[in-house]
């Protein structure tokens, strides 16, 4: 079997660039995509593994996570991805965040980096504007 090119970031942005999704990328090289009910990031952790998280935009207070977690334990029974997940449950603003990550250490070619970023997207943001759609009192104005 031959060597599969490494993932970089260049690799992603290209990949997101064919797909026509604007992005912007921080001082830490972390990528940002911006949909309507969440924000996608993407980062590579050393050449082991590539996530991709995506951050609801809803206005979560306290209760509002409190009451959401049966529903969030209940969709990730049901799923394979993404994982989902309220952070900060105990602080004055708690993030609900769905997350997807892929091993790189062997590489990935551009078929298998064209499904995995496809499906990891697809799914993250998907399970965001599902729940968007179920809950939709706590998109209040961010959407």
Same mark, same amino acid.
């Given at each position: 079997?031959?060597?599969?090119?490494?993932?970089?970031?260049?690799?992603?942005?290209?990949?997101?660039?064919?797909?026509?999704?604007? =992005?912007?990328? @921080?001082?830490?090289? +972390?990528?940002?995509?911006?949909?309507?009910?969440?924000?996608?990031?993407?980062?590579?952790? #050393? @050449?082991?593994?590539?996530?991709?998280?995506?951050?609801?935009?809803?206005?979560?207070?306290?209760?509002?996570? &409190?009451?959401?977690?049966? =529903?969030?334990? $209940?969709?990730?029974?049901?799923?394979?991805?993404?994982?989902?997940? +309220? =952070? %900060?449950?105990?602080? @004055?603003?708690?993030?609900?965040?769905?997350?997807? &990550?892929?091993?790189?250490?062997? %590489?990935?070619?551009?078929?298998?980096?064209?499904?995995?970023? @496809?499906?990891? +997207? &697809?799914?993250?943001?998907?399970?965001?504007?599902?729940?968007?759609? $179920? #809950?939709?009192?706590?998109?209040? $104005?961010?959407?």
């Amino acid at each position: 079997m031959s060597a599969q090119p490494q993932v970089n970031q260049e690799r992603v942005r290209t990949w997101l660039e064919n797909a026509g999704l604007e =992005y912007t990328v @921080d001082s830490a090289g +972390i990528i940002s995509v911006n949909f309507a009910v969440c924000t996608v990031v993407i980062g590579l952790q #050393h @050449d082991n593994f590539i996530w991709v998280r995506a951050v609801w935009k809803a206005n979560l207070t306290r209760t509002d996570a &409190a009451l959401l977690q049966t =529903y969030v334990n $209940e969709l990730n029974a049901k799923r394979f991805m993404p994982q989902l997940g +309220i =952070y %900060g449950r105990n602080t @004055d603003t708690p993030v609900l965040r769905a997350a997807v &990550a892929g091993i790189i250490m062997e %590489g990935m070619s551009d078929a298998q980096l064209d499904e995995f970023m @496809d499906l990891a +997207i &697809a799914a993250t943001e998907g399970a965001l504007r599902e729940l968007s759609m $179920e #809950h939709p009192d706590l998109m209040g $104005e961010s959407e």
